[in-house]
């Protein structure tokens, strides 16, 4: 049995490497980056410096994961040839990006087949990865993590199905894996607050894609309801899911060394970190299981 390793996602305001100093800042020891601006096409070079110093410093601070989260523009299964290319141009640089820093786990929003239709979006999608993965050989220790969607519109992957039919396309599924964000799951449908839908969506994750292709968990409450569709994010305990969800996942120790990231509402004091950090904490049964920063904080705060 290992240490959760539980972060957020952060800012790489700085550098990218200055995500790690705010992750060691609140105890945690895993975080979640862009390697550039996530809502440009194209980023600046790579930063020489940025990139020793975020080797250097990832150990030397005690986080044990980093994964990235790739471009919201990105749309690999976009029917539009200029959309589309741009994307494959565009996920690929996320991927020799994070190469680069040493990342291995590179979480996409599958696409939108903006009215092309279901199938013909998911064979896009795996054209599309293939085309990359051709051009990045040299990339294959940094994996793409289809990210499971809570089904806005005509986005693709709001379904373990879904994303198994995605993966079967890809030539060499072994570049991609699967993330599982707890708010799209419960607005996609799946029935976490229960001991029955949990074990449902577990049987169906074994059925489809396999426990070990989930390779890290995005943990957010949800503001919309169960099957709403909608993708908001809010503070654990405080949406339609509740603690009950996340405590499942926390204590099945299937889940064991699989990360967990919050991208939940926050300022810049990381006050609101803090607290999700200390709630999911709290409901972890075996105290052994905690992060050591994060079991201090907390039984600071309880005596408090
Ligand atoms: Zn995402
Ligand atoms: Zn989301």
Redesign the pocket.
Known sequence: MAVLKLGTHMSIAGGVSKAIDRAASIQSNAVQVFTKNNRQWSGPPIDEEDVERWREQLPAQGVMYAVSHASYLINLASPDPTIWEKSIRAHKDELQRAHIYGIPHVVLHPGAHTGSGEEAGIARIATALNTIHAQTPDCTDTLTLLELM?GQGTCLGKSFGQLRRIIEQVEDPSRVAVCV?T??AFAAGYELRTAEGYAAMMAEIAAEIGLDKVKCW?F?DSKGKLDSRL?R?WHIGEGEIGLQGFRFILNDLRWDGVPMLL?TPKEDDLFDDIANLARLCALVEDKTRVPPGLLVGQSKSSEE
């Open positions: 809570a964000d708010c799209h995005h957010n993708d994010h991208e």
